[in-house]
């Protein structure tokens, strides 16, 4: 069984101060873990994946995640936020061997806010 | 063009219309996959096509039915839906590795289908 919890539905921060946004999750075998991000209106878009490699995963408009094996994280970051980053993220963990999508287990979300 | 277009983009229905939800994807995936995001709800996967064949159907009423007649394209027919059945829509696809089964994880999403049930 495996599961992911997004630690804040809510995060709010200034532009230009850095961005946490914090993922926990479970699972019996070694996962997959992934960011989406979901700007109003439009579909899920990959921000960045680990897939048991380097546990430091760089991804797209500055983001990285670092995969913590014995904190069980995942936490998304960002050195300095930009308006455009407001948007809804999501965690995802796999298992990488199942044929499923039924094994891709979304969390609930975190909404970031970026004040001006 | 984005790889995974879906029509239309806003549909408002009544509870005894019947319409359909239309997915086309243009990345060259083998499988495809429907999504229903609610409100305050976590993402829900509805059907799974993989290799243009239903491989997951997540207790999904029968007033939603998938097509999927080739690799490219998903349907979502919708008949005698009810008030709470308003979400999104969202259509995936996916590369799907034959032999091994195995599905790394990385979607492609469309922007989804907003659907209003009066």
């Known amino acids: 069984a495996q599961s992911v919890t997004q630690l804040d539905s809510h995060v709010s921060v200034s532009e230009g101060t850095p961005v946490l946004l914090r993922c926990n999750y479970s699972s019996s075998y070694s996962p997959s873990l992934f960011w989406y991000v979901q700007h109003p209106n439009k579909g899920l878009q990959l921000l960045l994946k680990y897939t048991s490699a380097a546990t430091l995963v760089k991804g797209i408009n500055g983001f990285e995640a670092e995969f913590k094996k014995s904190e069980t994280s995942f936490h998304l970051t960002k050195p300095s936020a930009h308006m455009s980053d407001a948007a809804e993220y999501f965690c995802v963990v796999s298992l990488i061997s199942s044929g499923s999508a039924r094994q891709l287990t979304f969390g609930s979300g975190t909404q970031l806010t970026v004040l001006p | 063009e984005t790889g995974v277009t879906q029509t239309p983009r806003h549909l408002v229905m009544g509870m005894t219309n019947k319409k359909s939800l239309k997915c086309e994807q243009h990345l060259g995936h083998n499988a495809m996959y429907w999504y229903k995001q609610s409100a305050k709800k976590p993402l829900e996967l509805m059907f799974v096509?993989?290799?243009?064949?239903?491989?997951e159907n997540n207790s999904v009423p029968s007033r939603f039915s998938p097509e999927c007649p080739n690799s490219s394209h998903l349907f979502l027919h919708l008949h005698t839906l009810q008030p709470e059945d308003s979400a999104l829509y969202l259509c995936a696809s996916s590369q799907v590795k034959r032999l091994a089964g195995v599905h790394t994880g990385e979607l492609f999403f469309g922007e989804g289908s907003r659907l209003t049930v009066l």
């Open positions: 096509y993989n290799f243009k064949e239903q491989t």
